[in-house]
């Protein structure tokens, strides 16, 4: 059914929880809400929802990135102009060629941006790399490493990076994958996962190959480029699904 969906769409065109994280490691991009984890590794765009995390990779085109809205989880399918459902009910809507996702909009190539309804909504001016909505509900992406607010402008209080982190203010730019809650910062580092007390003193670690970080309810997830996910309690002991 879904492939038949994307054919459809593909025909036409011929004619709300925030992420917790976002950024690429290896060709990875990952999207965390208390529904569970969305990624995208090599093109091939997977969901594994909580509790089990059992990912589900439907067959779609290549995806460049992913996102939770409304309880969905979407890819982004620039060959076809689409964003598409990864489970559930299958729905794919028309938005063009999508580099990026947000929970709240899909960014084309030149910055103009529409929502998961097809309707159109502020951008900004150049290609992102990275969106997040922040945990203030507004958007923010990454235009040449530095942080923007859509709508509003470059924030000149944060350095250069290649990773979002979305805060209660709003969204920070990071060097490496990373999560902030309430007791600290995650961290992946230096070939491993890190944990870190509000004073940005690394408090408990343990071995973790690259990959991504994020929080899913009381969980903290990881996902490598190879798409393993890994559960960890907040104190890092690994957690079985």
Known sequence: MRSTVLLLCSALLAACAPTTTSGRSGGLRAAFSDQGVAFVTAGRACVARAPSYRPVCPRVPAAV???WNGGDA???VPGLGVVVTLD?????VPVGRVVALSATRAYREDGSAVGY???ALGGVTGRPSLAVTGGNGADYVLLG???VRVPGGPDRSQTAGEFLVVTP???RTSTVPAVDTATGTYRLSGGRLERLDPTG???SATSHPGGVVGVVGADLVTVTPAGEIRVYTETLAPRTP
């Open 65 to 67: 990135d992913v996102a």
């Open 74 to 76: 979407w890819a982004a």
């Open 88 to 92: 559930r009910a299958a729905r794919s």
């Open 117 to 119: 309804a097809g309707e």
């Open 145 to 147: 490493g530095s942080l």
């Open 169 to 171: 203010q709003g969204a």
């Open 201 to 203: 003193r690394v408090v």
